[in-house]
């Protein structure tokens, strides 16, 4: 597996003496390529210092950081050259349009004159915002203002993106679309680093996440391994849906040797289980009388909350 | 690479030479330099006499005002240079871009320069060309030269207030603090320090010789003639003596204003204006143009090596300094 990104005993300190903050304690994290990598944690975590020293805009106290093979201290301008960036609380040339912001941005980023207004348009077009192109900024709205901060990052076509909070302030609409970009730039073969405090998001589109919190990495991973080891700890849980107005019979699995515990309401009977009993459940149902009853059965994956939870006490 | 400066620059000196503060400030300047030409003119009919050099005479004028607008001009240019761009959030999106922290800094100075060249360039010329026009005096080549000499001691002048400016808007999280602080040193080089200067000089030396005094505002009105008849010499002399170390003083503590430097090289340049003492030396003549500048080395070295200082210091303050 190569990596994208990858930090070694990263360290931040800000301010000194009785003023200083550790925002980040010794972070070791790896990104592999062409995952959608969520760095997920709460307010004052760390997230914005990490993702700032990625791309040199900060320089950490003591560790290192490769980006794309690139050291991010020595090297960070050719990281620039090849991440697309959306950093927190940015802001854009009011009394310039959007598409003159687009192409002095993209003239900085490197891309040759005759190309700037097609890539600017093109990105403009990317996020929704191709027929306000020739509006100043100052009439745009809040979600407009971060539909464009993210359309500037495209300008370069990058390898690697990374979004620091991508959806704040955007609706459900666009947060949608967004969502939709980043798995279409994953399918062309992109790395995607994005951090929210929105525990969904992380759910919905990544393959890997990380949960930060207080300056540490409380666990990282591909999304199923996080998945596997809240259900070795925390049991696993499956639903069977029952057809209406009929009832199964719940002896028979209570009586299988890892049941937990059962729980009915309506038409839905939910199992917890020390251990994976997904095949010995559907070998269960396919038989009389289940299989007349039951509608379905799925296995319940356990929710992003509980997960930050688990990890948050100590995994 | 120099290359990405450049494309800072030009979209920073568009923005500026289409921005409101820099035509209010010009026009200011023009309204100002104009107007106090037919003041010094006005006087001048009023005590029935000629100056010895008309063209210097509306020169001093307005360089007079020079030496307040090409402060403010540095200053509104620079006070939110960076920490306006800081603010606003653009210094991220721009930092975001395979540059260097230089290209920024070197862009805003390179327009800035641009900037401040042309308005001060501009302006002067427009200010003198239309007093002349209105004065109708004479003007000659050593005129003109000296005009040029004025213009880039100005622009110095500006520049310096500007580096100044840029270095408190680099470490600055808030322009309107970049704003007071710049304008407060202005404020105290343009008129406090004057004011304690004469404190000082009456601390040391005493009130002026009042009968001095006298004598030296009946000459006054025969221009550049200080010997008037009835005037015994001795008085004179006391009077002479006590300009001299005045002037002493203020130069001690006026050493490190720049502006004090500025109105020196401008005072003996027209050879007429009044320096910021109010009761400054006049010099009868005006002296040649290698000799003004021989002279005046010191107040030129000074004025240069200022904006120097301040544009290595804002280099280092903001090359080193990291943005979240
Ligand atoms: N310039 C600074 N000086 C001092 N402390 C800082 C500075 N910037 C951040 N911190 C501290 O570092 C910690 C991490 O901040 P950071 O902005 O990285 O968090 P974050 O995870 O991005 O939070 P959010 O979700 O609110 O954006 C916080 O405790 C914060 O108070
Ligand atoms: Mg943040």
Redesign the interface.
């Known amino acids: 597996m190569s990596l994208a990104i990858e930090t070694e005993k990263l360290v931040k300190i800000y301010g000194n003496g009785k003023s200083m903050v550790k925002a980040l304690n010794s972070i070791d994290m790896k990104v592999p390529k062409a995952s959608v990598f969520g760095l997920f944690g709460p307010n004052g975590s760390g997230k ?2 990490l993702i ?1 020293i990625l ?1 040199g ?3 950490p106290t003591s560790g290192s950081a490769r980006v794309l093979g690139f050291d991010a201290t020595k090297h960070s ?2 990281i ?2 090849r991440v697309g ?1 959306l ?9 310039m349009t959007a598409l003159e912001n687009l192409t ?2 993209a ?4 891309i040759p004159s005759d190309q700037r207004k097609k890539r600017a348009l093109r990105a403009l077009e990317t996020v929704g915002l191709k027929d306000r192109a020739d509006a100043k900024v100052s009439t745009f709205s809040r979600g407009m203002r971060q539909r464009l ?1 993210i359309a ?1 990052a495209l300008l370069k076509d990058p390898e690697l993106l990374i979004f620091d909070e991508p959806t704040v302030g955007i609706d459900p609409e666009g947060a949608a679309e967004f969502r939709n970009l980043v798995r279409r730039m994953n399918r062309e073969g992109k790395t995607v680093m994005l951090s929210t405090h929105l525990l969904y998001e992380v759910g919905m589109i990544c393959t890997h996440a990380a949960i930060i919190r207080e300056g540490r990495l409380l666990v990282q991973g591909s999304v199923d391994e996080l998945y596997q080891s809240v259900r070795k700890e925390k049991g696993f849980r499956y639903e069977i849906r029952v057809k209406p107005g009929s009832e199964i019979p719940l002896q028979e699995i209570r009586s299988m040797p890892s049941v937990v515990e059962i729980t009915q309401s309506d038409n839905r009977v939910t199992i917890l289980s020390k251990n994976d009993m997904g095949s010995s459940l559907f070998s269960l149902i396919t038989k009389s009388p289940y299989k007349d009853l039951v509608e379905s059965l799925t296995p319940v994956e356990p929710s992003w909350e509980e997960i930050y939870r688990f990890y948050q006490e100590g995994g | 690479m120099m290359k ?1 400066a450049f ?2 620059a030009r ?1 920073e000196f568009t ?1 500026t030479i289409t921005s409101k503060r820099l035509w209010l400030i010009a026009g200011i300047f023009l309204l100002f330099s104009i107007a106090s030409t037919y003041s010094t003119s006005f006087s001048f009919m009023i005590g029935g006499q000629q100056a010895v050099r008309p063209m210097a005479q509306i020169a001093s004028t307005i360089a007079s005002t020079m030496a307040y607008m090409a402060p403010l001009l540095g200053i509104a240019l620079a006070f939110d240079a960076i920490s306006g761009e800081r603010e ?3 210094l ?9 922290r230089e290209d920024v800094v070197n862009g805003k100075i390179i327009s800035a320069l641009a900037v401040i060249g042309l308005t001060i360039a501009v302006s002067s010329l427009a200010s003198v060309s239309v007093s002349i026009l209105l004065h109708k005096v004479a003007v000659t080549l050593d005129d003109v030269a000296r005009i040029c000499i004025f213009i880039v001691f100005s622009i110095v002048l500006s520049f310096a207030y500007y580096a100044f400016s840029l270095f408190i808007s680099t470490f600055s999280n808030k322009s309107s603090h970049s704003l007071i602080i710049s304008i407060g040193i202005w404020i105290f080089f343009a008129f406090i320090l004057s004011i304690i200067s004469s404190f000082v000089t009456i601390a040391v030396l005493g009130p002026p010789p009042t009968r001095a005094i006298a004598v030296f505002n009946r000459t006054r009105r025969g221009f550049g003639n200080f010997t008037s008849p009835g005037v015994p010499a001795s008085e004179l002399e006391e009077y002479l003596s006590y300009m001299r170390k005045a002037a002493e003083i203020s130069s001690i503590i006026q050493a490190f204003s720049i502006n004090y430097h500025y109105t020196q090289i401008t005072d003996s340049l027209f050879g007429f204006a009044a320096g910021p003492l109010g009761f400054g030396q006049r010099e009868r003549t005006i002296a040649s143009i290698p000799t003004v500048l021989s002279t005046r080395l010191i107040d030129i070295i000074v004025l240069i090596v200022f904006p120097i200082v301040f544009l290595v210091a804002s280099y280092m303050v903001f090359t080193k300094r ?3």
């Open positions: 914005t210092t700032s791309v805009l900060l320089l301008v050719e620039r050259r960036l950093p927190e609380g940015f802001g854009f040339y009011d009394h002095f941005l003239t900085l980023d490197g901060g500037q | 990405n494309s800072i979209k923005d606003r959030g653009t991220r999106i721009l930092l975001s871009r395979p540059i260097y990291q943005e979240k």
